[in-house]
């Protein structure tokens, strides 16, 4: 790597270690109930999350248009601020006002720093070295969500708060540890208001337009099934669900979530160590796969252990899908567009957990989560098998490494 290269991937790890410090993540539920109760903290979630699945694509048409660099800090500093808002809140309004700021300053994030960074970084057509390097990232910036979960958790005891405004002032170092990378695009000229509404729409039209064209409609059923699937695990209920499930306590579902973290980090560090022979195929294969059997295996009353397999496949497949997602889609994607394209990305992601949460609740409250685990197994397998079929005839040439490249990190 060029001495460039080195600083630039060198800041975005480090990028992605203050930008996951989430020290409330185990404990925000508690924070709300001191205020609020259970019933407004669903709708609050509901709420959110609608939010940010709308803010999605036009965060990343804004972003193509005005600059990358400016909507990632934008977006940190959203969060942050959406952080401190219900910090000094007491109530459901302003939990709401600062937890819509919140999702919105993540969704003008999701996307757009990534692809920075890969326009920035130039790596050769071909090369690993971006797989490598969100693998590294993803070790890194999962090791610093368990760790700042821990601290969150101690630091809960002392004052709810504690955690949330050490999460806001990460946020706000994450944002200035992007603040030196910039945009190096040519900027558009600037039109009448009418023409810059139309172009943003067109901008956001042609995002979606993509994910029709062949070199991405194989992986749009994926990214809803699978990664909806690990969206819902990881930020939604299903989590919570299927430990409370296999009978884990609150405290036993905790070392069970540390755990899978611990062991994902491992897998991580396997999958950096190998990232030239791996094959995206088989990986993802191998990933769907997990995932359909943990969905048949959650069917089951299968009792901790087991349960904790379910789990750790569920957590592991979530991180290992999105390092090769990162470099398909940043790859495929036109350069002018590649924001817009990964937050379609997202919105096709976060797109089940909006319109299935409610359905999941229902069936659960009734017993019967087998019919939604049994049909989402097989939607997986069905798009496990459109993948294939479509990518059947694709030649893949491999281009490699300049002989002398050294490996990152």
């Excluded at 969500?145 to 706000?172: E, Q, Y």
């Excluded at 990881?234 to 409370?244: A, H, N, V």
Aim: glycine share 8%.
């Amino acid at each position: 790597m060029t001495e460039n290269q080195t600083w630039l991937a060198r800041r975005y790890l480090l990028y992605r270690t203050f930008s996951n410090m989430w020290f409330f993540g185990v404990v925000w539920l508690y924070f709300y109930r001191l205020y609020i109760t259970d019933q407004q903290v669903g709708l609050l979630d509901g709420i959110a999350f609608a939010i940010g699945l709308i803010a999605e694509v036009p965060s990343g048409a804004l972003a193509d248009k005005f600059g990358r660099d400016k909507m990632v800090r934008f977006g940190q500093f959203g969060v942050a601020a959406g952080i401190i808002i219900q910090i000094l809140g007491h109530s459901f309004t302003p939990f709401v006002f600062g937890q819509a700021i919140m999702m919105i300053g993540l969704s003008l994030i999701s996307g757009a720093d990534d692809a920075l960074f890969f326009e920035k970084l130039g790596f050769a057509e071909g090369s690993k070295q971006w797989r490598k390097l969100v693998t590294r990232g993803s070790q890194i910036g999962l090791t610093a969500t368990l760790a700042a979960n821990l601290v969150g958790a101690r630091l809960h005891v002392i004052n709810p708060r504690i955690p949330w405004a050490l999460t806001s002032l990460a946020f706000v170092v994450a944002s200035l540890l992007i603040w030196p990378v910039k945009d190096a695009r040519p900027k558009s000229g600037r039109g009448t208001f009418g023409q810059e509404v139309k172009s943003y729409l067109q901008d956001a039209q042609a995002g979606f337009a993509q994910f029709r064209s062949p070199k991405l409609r194989p992986y749009v059923p994926f990214i809803v099934t699978v990664q909806g699937l690990f969206y819902l695990t990881g930020y939604g209920l299903l989590r919570m669900i299927l430990l409370s499930r296999f009978t884990f306590t609150p405290i036993g579902g905790a070392i069970a979530v540390v755990a899978c973290g611990m062991t994902t980090v491992l897998l991580l560090h396997f999958v950096h160590t190998y990232a030239e022979k791996l094959s995206e195929k088989w990986t993802l294969l191998a990933v769907a796969f997990s995932a359909v059997a943990s969905l048949l295996l959650a069917t089951r009353h299968v009792g901790q252990v087991w349960g904790f397999v379910v789990i750790l496949l569920l957590y592991a497949g979530e991180y290992v899908l999105y390092t090769f997602m990162s470099e398909i889609l940043n790859n495929r994607a036109p350069e002018r567009q590649r924001a817009t394209v990964l937050s379609v990305a997202s919105f096709l992601r976060m797109l089940p957990y909006v319109c299935l949460a409610p359905v999941i609740g229902w069936l659960n409250t009734r017993g019967k989560l087998q019919y939604f685990l049994i049909i989402w197994a097989l939607l997986i397998a069905a798009a496990t098998v459109q993948y294939l079929v479509t990518k059947r005839g694709d030649t893949v040439v491999e281009i490699p490494t300049t002989p002398g490249t050294e490996p990152i990190l």
